[in-house]
Nanobody, 115 residues
Framework: QVQLVESGGGLVQPGGSLRLSCAAS????????MGWYRQAPGKQRELVAT???????KYADSVKGRFTISRDNAKKTVYLQMNNLKPEDTAVYYC?????????WGQGTQVTVSS
């Protein structure tokens, strides 16, 4: 059974940083496009960032220049470095793995930005 396990969330002050990690139990991690999504209370889940098998990245406009997605295929892990966090970044962050018709989600990790 595929599992995606996120970690690294927490409470941080505005302007602070957090690094999220997502460890995947996928048998062939390297073929999956990996992504981070988030869902704030009362809002729909939205794309934050994705990284392809070739390392190409895409970001939501709201996080460009502040967040960086990366992957370590040997460790089967994807990361999201979040800098200069803002209160509007508060949400549950979900890890996603996608390949052809296969798609998997993690359970999510809470990120709260507040003074």
């Amino acid at each position: 059974q595929v599992q995606l396990v996120e970690s690294g969330g927490g409470l941080v002050q505005p302007g602070g940083s957090l690094r999220l990690s997502c460890a995947a139990s996928l048998s062939i991690f390297s073929i999956y496009t990996m992504g981070w999504y988030r869902q704030a209370p009362g809002k729909q889940r939205e794309l934050v960032a994705t990284i392809t098998t070739a390392g190409s990245t895409k970001y939501a406009d709201s996080v460009k220049g502040r967040f960086t997605i990366s992957r370590d295929n040997a460790k089967k892990t994807v990361y999201l470095q979040m800098n200069n966090l803002k209160p509007e970044d508060t949400a549950v962050y979900y890890c996603n793995a996608a390949w052809q018709r296969y798609e998997y989600w993690g359970q999510g990790t809470q990120v709260t930005v507040s003074s």
